[in-house]
């Protein structure tokens, strides 16, 4: 019986830590989408408000008339899509954040990366991932992606979410022990 108990304790833990341990999805300008706006700099304030992790995810969303170029630091000062990491054409992506370091965006729409459709953001490692900052594809290698299903927005409250199943799964683990 007590062996039942341990295991049921250890189970318990692991999916409380599992819990904690989850990857958000981002709505880039959250319900403004990925649009021309009346602010320049109104995506680059939303990507300094977030803080983004490896294993996150970012959705632009938008109607036709736009797309998600990601670029080197030198194409996105100068609104230019020369050097190409990414390209996503696809009505409403799915950009997976799956290496530290800087990441740029851009509408490669001309004249739209100039009123503001653009932005840089900076993904924090994890215990399992390395913090290497993402190297240029040529472009000769880069890929065309296709859209998935558009993510939910982000949730305020998905850290809180996280935190309440590491308690919840403690409090059960201490109730198994009662037993």
Known sequence: MATVRRTMLAMIMVAGLM????????????TTGWTITSSATFYQE?????????GDDLTFLYASGHNVYEVSATDFAACSSTNTVAMYTVANPVVKLTKAGEYF?????????DLGMKMSL???????????TPAAT??????LTTASPPAPPPSAASGLQSFVAVIAGSLLAVGALLL
């Open 122 to 132: 900076i993904v924090a490692g994890n215990a399992t991932s390395p913090s290497t």
């Open 46 to 54: 939303w990507a300094d408000a977030q803080k983004f992790n490896v």
């Open 138 to 143: 040529p472009p000769s290698a880069t890929p």
């Open 19 to 30: 819990a904690g341990a989850s990857a958000t999805s981002f709505t880039v300008g959250d």
């Open 105 to 113: 965006f851009i509408c490669e729409v001309a004249g739209h990366c």
